[in-house]
């Protein structure tokens, strides 16, 4: 029997040794080429667990007057409004379709005849 492998990436940053691995033990990732994820499930279970506690280990030590950002400060910035025509000037006109244009010139008026 021919067990295909592939290679896990692991994670210098936390210990995580590269190696090979069946292909039925990475997870799915419809993003990636091949659809397969770049670790073993085990391991990237380890990966995303050292990750969470290495955010908490540094927002514990983060000093707590320091200010946190606001909903508002997050937010990005607001488009520039558009001009608006001051009450006193005229609506522009509504363009004229070429039928519109051509009805206007081949009508008669009542004078000719």
């Known amino acids: 029997m ?3 492998l592939r290679r896990c990436i692991g994670s210098e940053r936390f210990g995580i040794e590269a190696h090979d691995a069946p292909i039925s033990d990475f997870p799915a990732q419809p993003s990636q080429k091949d659809g397969l ?3 073993c499930k085990p391991h990237w279970r380890q990966y995303t667990d050292a990750l969470r506690k290495a955010a908490l280990a540094r927002k514990a030590s983060q000093p707590d007057d320091a200010p946190k950002p606001t909903r508002a400060a ?3 910035p607001a488009k520039a409004t558009p001009k608006r025509r001051s009450a ?3 609506p522009a006109k509504a363009p004229r379709t070429a039928k519109q244009a051509a009805a ?3 009508t008669p008026s009542a004078g000719e005849g």
């Open 74 to 76: 997050r937010a990005k």
């Open 37 to 39: 994820g770049r670790m």
């Open 2 to 4: 021919n067990v295909q």
């Open 104 to 106: 206007t010139v081949d």
């Open 88 to 90: 006193n000037a005229t």
